[in-house]
């Protein structure tokens, strides 16, 4: 296991579609440190499959300390990566979470040391459905065995001790995040000093699985979706991933938050122009979010994630009871939840908090005001931000740090 | 105009795709009584264009009365048509609002003469995007004029005038029903003793217009929708209307009723298959519905009538100020929204009764307590059925009926 990018270790191409394909899997890989995985320690995924070998590419800010108490890991969400806090190599846009993390912010680089690793499944360097697999020298596609949330988290303790980390002073995040948070809370209580869930829930609602698959089904209806070979075939299925962003881009925002950023406004105009061109704000803005995200994101990876998040449910795991996945936790919990958030609404993150007060664990809860639907949490949002930082400053200085 | 079904006003084919197309258009076609408008009698649209000749189909039941007092227009939503009450030629089906309209019932075909016509634009028999352009003897397709609620409501005019109706005892509809009901009583208050909108509100919201143009993008996005001329190329665009259905299927429920009914249950078993099989018994619930929609209904008229909708804003054609399009009104209006509606939620019903307060128009507003979401309307809800029938009692004696 090294750091360093090696591509020795992947296979030769075997002809010349696999030649193009690993070119194409290639082209998403991020400039980022990457720890290799061999087939001496296989990721044991929940599906039963051994996945090995693999990587997982991370970023870090900051430094840890001497003690190595001072380590932060960031959950990204579903479209999310390891760039929280360094510029994106594709989208050139500041890390995502650059509000909450950096020196003399609530996750303060000044004093912690902060991971965050594309999950596994993903396509940001990451091993996932876009990788080559070692047994044909071609892409995964729908090859890659189905990871869960669960396997998520091993894949990420593996990285952490890989890099010389035993266990976190906080785990934080938001969305699919904070499931991965959640996670990492009921697998590895005694890695966890601080767990920070926001804007997420223990189980994927009947509601949400149904978005999630409407975007599945219009992925694979495109016919460049090839059964999932697109990498192989040269083709991209760049009209199917760009529905599915829409209407899950739909999701994360609100009826207020869309109200007041576009309402019913014309496009260059105040008159409709009678036909199915983009009239309205909100349909060019939503155009425009179908056509950048399929720049930086593979439709395969796409569906294994959201596959992940419907799997998911922490009272399932444990005999029905969501309070069982955290009996005798030491673990201190801050759980946020914004008022305006139809996909995870505050009910969800109440019933977090229930099973924490059921189990005995130390738990705050917050819940902010805000218009801005569930990517509140991505956003620049005081309140989140306040109750952040008190929650981190109060658990560093249990922690002694 | 007549009402017996004619195919020899229709041009002759002219050559064999426009033969088969031809075919695919009338497959559509319902077993419905027709009234024709001639060329000397064009519908002049809202987008400024003459539509003519133009049909409309419609369903009727009851018997109008000799002082042609009692007739009763139903409106139907996006995908709805003229079997309200009436077996469906392609499902089988039960007329869709037979638990309102029937003898006995608070809509009582045993006293009201009751109209139901399918709105231009759609592709249950009256003039659509999938009729033929007699202009070319192929289907109008994109050539098709866009037509707005107004518009319906103008050919709804119409056709009860060809019926010998002048005036309407009763308007009543649900979602783009109750705009049509809204339009009505706007445009033609001296003809409406009665207005019924249920579920509707006085303009598409910013959130609607989206969820709407991923729907539209789904289509356009199947290669077999062909530029809209799929009937020519014997292509059917069923994978992208499928996922627009799915996805606008969801909007129609709510949270709460999907818990209900299908919660995180697996489809034969209680656990996951770790594939992209319908796994949840909610994705294979909402397989079929898309799977059973495109049977029925046409891909292109789809995209004409959510975009009727998109356009629909009562305010904004009355100076900006909803009251206006009320104001002096004799009509009575009775409203209903549902709890669990959130593509229309109650604060739109309450729109409209505070413009209706502020216009002195006579007004009662019932909000149903239902978990059923949007297509409450068109379920087994007995708290609506009883405001229904109060309301519409009231108003037959005031009427004299």
């Known amino acids: 296991m090294d750091t360093q990018p090696d591509t020795a270790l992947r296979p030769d191409p075997i002809d010349e579609p696999a030649r193009r394909a690993s070119e194409r899997s290639q082209a998403l890989d991020p400039k980022s440190p990457v720890a290799r995985f061999s087939a001496d320690t296989p990721l044991l995924t929940d599906a039963g499959i051994e996945l090995a070998p693999f990587q997982i590419a ?5 430094t840890l300390n001497a003690a190595r108490s001072n380590a932060v890991l960031i959950c990204h969400a579903l479209t999310g990566d390891q760039y929280f806090a ?3 190599p594709v989208t050139g846009k500041p890390g995502w979470w650059e509000t909450l993390v950096g020196p003399g912010k609530p996750i303060d680089t000044d004093r912690y040391f902060v991971v965050c690793s594309n999950v596994i499944g993903s396509c940001m360097g990451s091993t996932g459905p876009a990788s080559i697999d070692p047994a044909t020298g071609r892409p995964y596609g729908l090859n890659f065995p189905l990871v869960t949330i669960r396997d998520m988290v091993r894949a990420q303790l593996m990285l952490l001790e890989h890099l010389g980390i035993h266990d976190l002073f906080l785990c934080i995040g938001g969305s699919m995040g904070g499931m991965q948070v959640l996670q990492w809370a009921a697998l590895y209580p005694e890695r966890v000093f601080a767990a920070m869930p926001i804007a997420t829930g223990p189980r994927h609602s009947a509601q949400n699985i149904a978005f999630h698959e409407v975007g599945r089904q219009a992925i694979m209806a495109d016919p460049a979706w090839a059964d999932g070979r697109y990498l192989e075939a040269g083709t991209r299925p760049a009209k199917g991933l760009g529905v599915a962003r829409m209407g899950a881009h739909i999701t994360y925002l609100s009826e207020p938050a869309l109200h007041r950023k576009f309402g019913r406004r014309f496009q260059g105009g105040s008159a ?4 199915f061109n983009a009239d ?3 349909e060019s803005y939503l155009r425009h979010q179908g056509l950048s995200f399929v720049e930086r994101f593979d439709a395969n990876a796409y569906l294994y994630l959201t596959r992940a998040m419907d799997y998911f449910d922490l009272a399932e795991d444990h005999g029905g009871v969501l309070a069982n996945a955290f009996r005798g936790t030491k673990t201190r919990f801050c759980v946020i939840s914004f008022t ?3 996909l995870f609404p505050t009910r969800d993150s109440r019933a977090i908090v229930h099973a924490l007060n059921a189990a005995a664990a ?3 809860f917050v819940e902010v005001e805000s218009d801005k639907g569930h ?3 991505l956003l620049d949002e005081p309140a989140m931000f306040s109750a952040a930082r008190g929650f981190i400053d109060a ?6 740090l």
Request: hydrophobic fraction near 40%.
């Open 58 to 62: 991370y970023q870090t800010a900051g």
């Open 86 to 88: 360094h510029t994106h």
């Open 272 to 275: 409709p122009t009678f036909s």
């Open 280 to 282: 309205f704000q909100i």
């Open 340 to 342: 305006s958030d139809w």
């Open 362 to 364: 130390p738990v705050a």
């Open 375 to 377: 990517d509140a949490f």
């Open 395 to 400: 658990a560093a200085r249990a922690r002694g």
